[in-house]
């Protein structure tokens, strides 16, 4: 199979890059040829098992540098921001180079990122080639920015043989947008990297002893995340010292850095043994962590996706989280527990309870099966195959 992949951003500080690039690297691994068109600034060297055609924006090759839906380490420039002309430009620009490396390729499929202008340029040369695409949710509150590009939506929509979506939220906005139907419309989740997030099943004390976790607490609780408002660290540290006031056979250990920093340093001077904080930890670091704990929380009061209950499930240990973004997708009663208000009474009360119960013991297989059958980012992949088999099947 011939797989052409478009991405209208660069593989490295995007999403859709990203995305791309995992995609492109299963079916290569898998003996198609694959084709990866993204566009750039500047020349980007990459290390690939893939051909990657990439397509110079700049003053020496367009009149518009390439926009992105938010500020990105290669532009400042936003597609709400070009003037109609710069508008044009991009267009013109960017039909030529798409429809030039369609011919010259000759895929037997098409993947393009984003129900936005590359896609229906994409469609518009494609001929009989099936047309599928990827939605991450930017282009809806793009289109309410800037109504220039409303035409370039429907048109992609209209001529995607199928658009996925890549998370319950998303899918939901798509089949509320367009008035899309389960058949056209296909929900693939990314997922979680199970790559990195291999389930272990051993070797506890090691990874206690390699963090520095007293023997004096039994249990550890985990907070891994951005240590700001937004994700609910506040509670979360009430919440331990709640109740480290009854009991010290508990370790709090938080990950991540942000407004609360000082605050979590002072609180682990006046508990030593109860509280560990880990500003920042490496990506080989977190699946041990992750392994050790016997609850992840993640209290967010705003989620985009929630990536971190996936990766807590795929290593065995359960999740207490808010009820936003994705995550009530993700966790529920037999894997954790879903909380409907976030205050240090509720949470506090819900830790203790999963403790008691030596939950993790008694769950960690569904919880590693639960995330892995349904979110890791092979099985979305392997989702992805057979959906491109099936297109091709129709065509």
């Known amino acids: 199979m011939r797989i052409l992949l478009i991405t209208p951003f660069p593989l490295v500080a995007s999403q859709s890059g990203i995305y791309t690039r995992d995609i492109a690297r299963f079916f290569s691994s898998a003996g198609h040829e694959v084709m990866v068109v993204n566009f750039d600034n500047v020349s980007t060297a990459y290390k690939e098992p893939f051909r990657i055609n990439t397509v110079l924006f700049g003053p020496e090759n367009a009149n518009v540098m390439f926009p992105c839906f938010t500020t990105h380490p290669h532009t400042d420039l936003t597609f709400s921001k070009i003037t109609n002309a710069q508008l044009n430009s991009y267009i013109l620009y960017s039909r030529e180079k798409i429809k030039n490396i369609i011919r010259e390729f000759g895929p037997d499929i098409i993947h393009s990122q984003y129900l936005w202008v590359t896609t229906e340029l994409a469609g518009?040369?494609?001929?009989?080639?099936?047309?599928?695409?990827?939605?991450?949710?930017?282009?809806?509150?793009?289109?309410s920015d800037d109504p220039r590009y409303a035409d370039y939506v429907r048109y992609a929509v209209e001529k995607s043989m199928f658009?996925?979506?890549?998370?319950?939220?998303?899918?939901?906005?798509?089949?509320?947008?367009?008035k899309l139907d389960a058949i056209k419309l296909k929900l693939i989740y990314r997922g979680y990297d199970d790559d990195v997030f291999k389930f272990i099943d051993e070797n506890y004390q090691v990874y206690r002893d390699y963090f520095g976790i007293s023997e004096k607490c039994r249990?550890?609780?985990?907070f891994s995340d951005p240590v700001n408002y937004m994700k609910g660290i506040d509670v979360f540290l009430k919440s331990a010292l709640k109740m480290l006031e009854k009991r010290k056979d508990v370790c709090f250990v938080i990950v991540g850095k942000g407004d609360f920093s000082k605050e979590i340093e002072s609180l682990c001077e006046a508990n030593r043994q109860n509280i560990l904080y880990l500003p920042s930890i490496t990506d080989e670091?977190?699946?041990?962590l992750l392994h050790i704990s016997d609850i992840t929380v993640?209290?967010?009061?705003?989620?985009?996706?929630?990536?971190?209950?996936?990766?807590?499930?795929?290593?065995?240990?359960?999740?207490?989280?808010?009820?936003?973004?994705?995550l009530p997708f993700f966790v529920n009663r037999e894997n954790g527990m879903v909380l409907e208000d976030i205050t240090e009474e509720k949470l506090s009360f819900a830790i203790e309870q999963l403790l008691e119960k030596d939950f993790k013991s008694k769950t960690k297989y569904f919880c590693h099966q639960f995330a892995s059958r349904n979110y890791s980012k092979t099985s979305g992949l392997m989702l992805l195959q057979k959906l491109y088999?099936?297109?091709?099947s129709e065509n």
């Open 124 to 143: 518009e040369s494609s001929g009989k080639i099936p047309l599928i695409s990827t939605s991450f949710g930017n282009e809806n509150s793009a289109l």
């Open 163 to 178: 658009i996925v979506a890549p998370s319950k939220q998303i899918e939901l906005q798509l089949r509320s947008a367009f």
């Open 219 to 222: 249990q550890i609780v985990l």
């Open 285 to 288: 670091e977190k699946p041990s």
């Open 298 to 326: 993640i209290p967010s009061r705003f989620e985009q996706f929630g990536t971190n209950a996936l990766q807590s499930l795929a290593m065995g240990t359960p999740v207490i989280s808010s009820n936003v973004g994705e």
């Open 389 to 392: 088999d099936y297109a091709l």
